[in-house]
């Protein structure tokens, strides 16, 4: 097989599948504690979360766009469902379904508005959702009045408990919306069209589709996930706060690219982003239990995005020249 074609295979699935595995043998040898049962327990319930908002986010960088504002937006849509949860008015039976209710909305409102002020004036993504990040933090210290909201139902804290055979069923719904996600992508006339704007924008538009229902769909898409993101947080740590969500966007962003999706959009896969969230999570909690501080491993997430980003340019210039 040609060198060239080797390299790109060694950036995309294939490679980062390598490299998860890798580190997985690593950290097994050096690390006695990492290879134990609860300890992959552990990974499997901290990737879930980052799991999910990347699936939407996938979504969004598909189409050459990126959605910064997904930190901010879960934390309103765990106020939200916090509140509707706790309501003492409501039957507990109503309640928890409300709350869902409550978070899923949040999240796609906040995501129909993105791509529609994108769409409407034609203001790129970065810029919209970097004040949706400053818009939706302040609407939710301001419903919040800045409290934390916990003393969650019974009920609902025992689910987010549960587990089959070790496996935390947090994860189980994070792998099946993927597999939802990747067969949108893959088999659905909506997922090609996604791939087909994210390469060529004009020639879709030329071709008599409606390109802007397909770019606000994504981010509505994005903003849905952010809201099962939100209430996937609730069940794991069991309260909402105004201040979650810090950083959120940016392990969202590093899993994508890490798992093969072009930041200039068109190419990339979900399965590839469930891979660069293992490879993230795994990592974090490899390098914790060797004793790395918080600190210290935040600098590790900022080096691994900026790799990702300089990967995606390599990534583009040999698909270029296979192509």
Same mark, same amino acid.
């Given at each position: 097989?040609?060198?060239?074609?080797?390299?790109?295979?060694?950036?995309?699935?294939?490679?980062?599948?390598?490299?998860?595995?890798?580190?997985?043998?690593?950290?097994?040898?050096?690390?006695?504690?990492?290879?134990?049962?609860?300890?992959?327990?552990?990974?499997?319930?901290?990737?879930?979360?980052?799991?999910?908002?990347?699936?939407?986010?996938?979504?969004?960088?598909?189409?050459?766009?990126?959605?910064?504002?997904?930190?901010?937006?879960?934390?309103?849509?765990?106020?939200?469902?916090?509140?509707?949860?706790?309501?003492?008015?409501?039957?507990?039976?109503?309640?928890?379904?409300?709350?869902?209710?409550?978070?899923?909305?949040?999240?796609?409102?906040?995501?129909?508005?993105?791509?529609?002020?994108?769409?409407?004036?034609?203001?790129?993504?970065?810029?919209?959702?970097?004040?949706?990040?400053?818009?939706?933090?302040?609407?939710?210290?301001?419903?919040?009045?800045?409290?934390?909201?916990?003393?969650?139902?019974?009920?609902?804290?025992?689910?987010?408990?549960?587990?089959?055979?070790?496996?935390?069923?947090?994860?189980?719904?994070?792998?099946?919306?993927?597999?939802? %996600?990747?067969?949108? #992508?893959?088999? !659905?006339?909506? &997922?090609?069209? @996604?791939?087909?704007?994210? $390469? =060529?924008?004009?020639?879709?538009?030329?071709?008599?589709?409606?390109?802007?229902?397909?770019?606000?769909?994504?981010?509505?898409?994005?903003?849905?996930?952010?809201?099962?993101?939100?209430?996937?947080?609730?069940?794991?740590?069991?309260?909402?706060?105004?201040?979650?969500?810090?950083?959120?966007?940016?392990?969202?962003?590093?899993?994508?690219?890490?798992?093969?999706?072009?930041?200039?959009? %068109?190419?990339?896969? #979900?399965?590839? !982003?469930?891979? &660069?969230?293992? @490879?993230?999570?795994?990592? $974090? =909690?490899?390098?914790?239990?060797?004793?790395?501080?918080?600190?210290?491993?935040?600098?590790?997430?900022?080096?691994?995005?900026?790799?990702?980003?300089?990967?995606?340019?390599?990534?583009?210039?040999?698909?270029?020249?296979?192509?």
């Amino acid at each position: 097989m040609d060198t060239k074609k080797i390299a790109y295979l060694m950036l995309n699935e294939a490679g980062i599948g390598v490299v998860l595995v890798f580190l997985c043998l690593v950290f097994s040898v050096f690390v006695p504690k990492f290879a134990t049962m609860n300890n992959i327990s552990n990974i499997f319930t901290q990737i879930s979360i980052n799991t999910v908002i990347a699936v939407g986010m996938t979504f969004v960088i598909l189409l050459g766009g990126i959605d910064l504002s997904v930190g901010s937006v879960l934390a309103l849509c765990t106020i939200l469902a916090g509140l509707t949860i706790t309501k003492e008015t409501l039957p507990l039976g109503a309640a928890i379904p409300l709350a869902v209710l409550a978070s899923m909305a949040a999240g796609m409102a906040c995501g129909l508005f993105n791509g529609w002020v994108c769409e409407r004036w034609k203001i790129h993504s970065f810029v919209v959702t970097l004040g949706m990040l400053n818009m939706a933090r302040g609407a939710v210290l301001q419903v919040s009045n800045s409290r934390t909201i916990y003393s969650f139902p019974k009920e609902f804290n025992a689910f987010g408990t549960l587990s089959y055979y070790g496996i935390p069923l947090i994860f189980i719904i994070a792998v099946l919306l993927v597999l939802i %996600g990747h067969f949108i #992508l893959k088999k !659905t006339v909506f &997922g090609r069209m @996604i791939y087909a704007i994210g $390469n =060529n924008e004009e020639a879709v538009r030329l071709s008599g589709h409606n390109t802007k229902i397909y770019k606000v769909t994504a981010f509505v898409i994005c903003g849905a996930t952010v809201g099962l993101a939100a209430i996937l947080y609730m069940l794991r740590l069991n309260i909402a706060s105004p201040i979650l969500g810090n950083g959120f966007e940016l392990s969202a962003i590093a899993a994508v690219v890490i798992g093969g999706t072009s930041m200039s959009g %068109g190419k990339g896969s #979900l399965i590839g !982003t469930l891979i &660069g969230a293992a @490879i993230i999570g795994v990592l $974090n =909690n490899g390098l914790l239990l060797m004793g790395m501080s918080d600190f210290a491993r935040q600098i590790v997430t900022g080096a691994i995005i900026v790799a990702a980003v300089i990967i995606d340019t390599y990534r583009a210039r040999l698909s270029k020249m296979l192509s």
